[in-house]
């Protein structure tokens, strides 16, 4: 059962989270950079009163941070477990605080080879070792020694850099063509960061016909629908911005804003009958 | 909860089966090739009998064969899978029955792969996939292209020939040892494959107790009360064979064969005082 929580343009507004507690949740689940699917990023504010709240209410926070690498603009924010550390002011000693910190290779290496890390209290990574060797023991000992020969190198910084630029052009380039092709009545989201951003069409829109008709013209979408844990957000969609080039993109936003601009006339000549 | 099930020199006896089907079990394990940790082999009678009652009582059996390949005397017996699959007489069709079988690349391959395999029906398979990227998304692919490309030519089944020769001489030093260095008192299985043999000590003998004075000598084991889920088993232990050479395995077992004669030799002392 989840209990779900809508965000704002700066992340989880206090008094929502406040009214979820109260249901007893057993951990909060929280993504503060370039949020999949919305591309979202928490403020330092934000992030300090969800510590607060969670403290307050001796919830675990589960923090997810695949993306945290890849910011193409504005300043990097501490994620929550650096910002509980502080606060907890356990300085040098082994973090106890609330927050399980999650990060991944998976964005900035390779995701086959299926590795990730965890800041966690100690109890917490005894607790995590044991699921993790009841599960499949340990993750494969060639996909640890290759990422640690990488790490004894400068590769993965360059190679970070290097997809930071590339994504990052990436991006422009689809807010630039959405502003070119999409027509009044939808809005987006514009992500300092990650790799998507979020669509929000008029209310009457579903995003699973629009797909249907966007397919036609080769161009794909996830409609927002499988984000909603109760079953809403019909007249959304997730973008992705950093798997093809420029040219790609721009083709592709302009064939969706055909689609769209035909779908909103052809509603609005409904209308009109 | 775990409803143990003795086994007898070949395999799970069928009355004791019956017995414990009355706890309504949700699945039988069941590793009928040179079982861990005792190194027992079921008769083929015996899978065919497991699997026979494992259909009366509408149970699934999960056959766990990690060793099969490593066969150092006697004929391959049938997995359970494929006997199932005679008996159900759906040759050439998907296989339908009760029996989900695994088996793995890490005894063969590599360990540090962490690749293995399932044999089982569709909608079996569905659900493990579903579970699987709930886990991890999916094994390493590097691990995968490895395997991949090994399997395309000659090397991995030369390699287990190769293998099988090695640990077939290190059974068979171990076995010689045994039979010249232990006391009276002491039984041991003689596995026809796998990697590790059975100790049963005398009855009043604690293994816990033994390894503590074994480890002075530099020579450990695996007490046997580990592999049995009610805490019994406290005057049995495993032996691994596989990874030391014949002359590490003799002075091991010499070594091991002085300290029980030692501890048998007080105990006789003590019981005489």
Redesign the interface.
């Known amino acids: 059962e989840y209990i779900a929580v809508p965000l704002d343009e700066n992340g989880l507004p206090p008094d929502a989270l406040e009214a979820a507690m109260r249901s007893g949740p057993k951990f909060v689940y929280a993504l503060p950079n370039f949020q999949n699917p919305c591309g979202i990023t928490w403020s330092e504010e934000r992030r300090k009163k969800l510590l607060e709240i969670a403290d307050h209410y001796g919830v675990p926070v589960l923090e997810d941070d695949p993306y945290g690498q890849l910011r193409y603009e504005g300043d990097h924010i501490p994620p929550l477990v650096a910002l509980d550390a502080k606060l907890q002011a356990n300085n040098g000693a082994p973090y106890t605080g609330n927050v399980i910190y999650l990060s991944t290779f998976s964005k900035t290496l ?1 995701p ?3 590795l990730a890390w965890v800041i966690a209290p100690n109890d917490v990574i005894k607790k995590l070792v044991q699921a993790k060797q009841g ?9 640890q020694m ?1 990422a640690y020969e990488v790490l004894q190198n400068d590769f993965l910084p360059a190679h970070v850099k290097r997809i930071r630029a590339l994504y990052g052009e990436r991006r422009d380039a689809m807010l630039k063509a959405l502003e070119a092709f999409f027509p009044a009545g939808v809005s987006w989201t514009r992500p300092q960061g990650g790799l998507f951003l979020w669509l929000t069409f008029p209310e009457w829109l579903d995003a699973a016909d629009l797909l249907k008709e966007a397919v036609k013209e080769k161009v794909a979408f996830v409609p927002g629908v499988s984000f909603h844990s109760d079953g809403g957000g019909k007249n959304t969609a997730r973008l992705n911005f950093s798997f093809c080039n420029p040219e790609k993109i721009e083709e592709g936003i302009r064939r969706l804003g055909y689609v769209l601009e035909r779908v909103i006339a052809e509603r609005g000549a409904g209308a009109a009958v």
């Open positions: 390779a086959g080879l299926r599960t499949d023991l340990h993750a494969s000992t060639l996909s290759l």
